[in-house]
């Protein structure tokens, strides 16, 4: 992902996080990060169709994001994402990458599991506005 995704995304995030959305200025400022982000957006042709980000700090890598536009979901790209992540933390050598993810989030929480992530904890009202809480994911 570049800044010149942004905008593209933007859509996407309203679509699929509501309340949880980031912002452009969100973005931005990930981005911006060089050394220890690592964005990336699945397109086809000029369209965005999804996108996942990865942040790396010495020893533990977290999965940011990862979405997939609606309409293209249950068709793999979810987990070509996640797989391009969890290649990205290996060449990083990491221990281990962990995650958040709304506790009544189904889809992602099977998606994680099918990846070896196990539920570590749970940290009350995470999301914000939401109030949502969040579990916590491992995958050594
Ligand atoms: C979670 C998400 C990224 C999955 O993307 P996807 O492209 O649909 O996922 P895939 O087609 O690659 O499916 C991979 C696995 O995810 C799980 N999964 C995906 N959709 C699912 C659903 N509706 N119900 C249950 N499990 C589901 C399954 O384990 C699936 O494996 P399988 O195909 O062997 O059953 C997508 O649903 C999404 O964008 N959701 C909204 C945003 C979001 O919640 N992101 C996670 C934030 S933590």
Known sequence: MRWWHIDAVLP????????????ARTYWSELAQLETRHYLVAV?????RGF?????YPDEAFVQTIAVARDAQGQGLGARLLQALLDEAARRRVRRVALEVRADNDPAIALYERFGFRREGVRRGYYSPSGMDALVMVRP
């Open 12 to 23: 996407l995030e309203e679509d699929l996080f509501v309340d949880d959305r980031w912002s």
């Open 44 to 48: 086809e042709g000029e369209r965005v």
């Open 52 to 56: 996942a980000g990865l942040c790396d």
